[in-house]
């Protein structure tokens, strides 16, 4: 099992990104702010290009396109697939600040079949 969030992690992850299906003109930049987790507030950020991730870490992207924050227990079940970010958005348990266009654009890729069996894949080897 590998921490969530870990360098580790961020690895295993983009390791998964060459056998995902292109979605051209899907690219994005985007920062999460994780907050209340057990070791404090994370900074992490995803780059995607044509629908598949090319970078991601611990960290800031700048600029982001799209800046969510989210609360560890919601960031960690949106992750697992538990959690649909729409639902997360409508009941305000995800902030959303940037470009609304690419919020829109990603929320079918998350909620594809192709986007649920990638969070169950990742799943299998991550520790939350």
Same mark, same amino acid.
């Given at each position: =099992? $590998?921490?969530?969030?870990? %360098?580790?992690?961020?690895?295993?992850?983009?390791?998964?990104?060459?056998?995902?299906?292109?979605? +051209?003109?899907?690219? #994005?930049?985007? !920062?999460? !702010?994780?907050?209340?987790?057990?070791?404090?507030?994370?900074?992490?950020?995803?780059?995607?290009?044509?629908?598949?991730? %090319?970078? @991601?870490?611990?960290? $800031?992207?700048?600029?982001?396109?799209?800046?969510? $924050?989210?609360?560890? #227990?919601? /960031?960690? /079940?949106?992750?697992?697939?538990?959690?649909?970010?729409?639902?997360?958005? =409508? !009941?305000?348990? =995800?902030?959303? @600040?940037?470009? =609304?266009?690419?919020?829109? /654009?990603?929320?079918?890729? #998350?909620?594809? +079949?192709?986007?649920?069996?990638?969070?169950?894949?990742?799943?299998?080897?991550?520790?939350?």
């Amino acid at each position: =099992m $590998t921490k969530w969030l870990s %360098t580790e992690w961020f690895d295993r992850v983009l390791a998964l990104a060459p056998g995902l299906a292109e979605r +051209p003109g899907l690219s #994005a930049r985007i !920062q999460e !702010q994780i907050t209340g987790g057990p070791d404090g507030d994370v900074s992490c950020y995803w780059v995607l290009e044509d629908g598949r991730p %090319t970078s @991601a870490a611990v960290g $800031t992207v700048v600029p982001a396109d799209l800046t969510l $924050t989210l609360a560890w #227990a919601d /960031a960690a /079940a949106l992750q697992a697939g538990s959690l649909d970010p729409s639902v997360a958005f =409508m !009941q305000g348990r =995800m902030k959303v @600040a940037g470009s =609304m266009a690419v919020t829109l /654009a990603l929320l079918p890729a #998350a909620r594809s +079949p192709e986007g649920q069996d990638l969070s169950r894949r990742i799943g299998e080897f991550t520790d939350w």
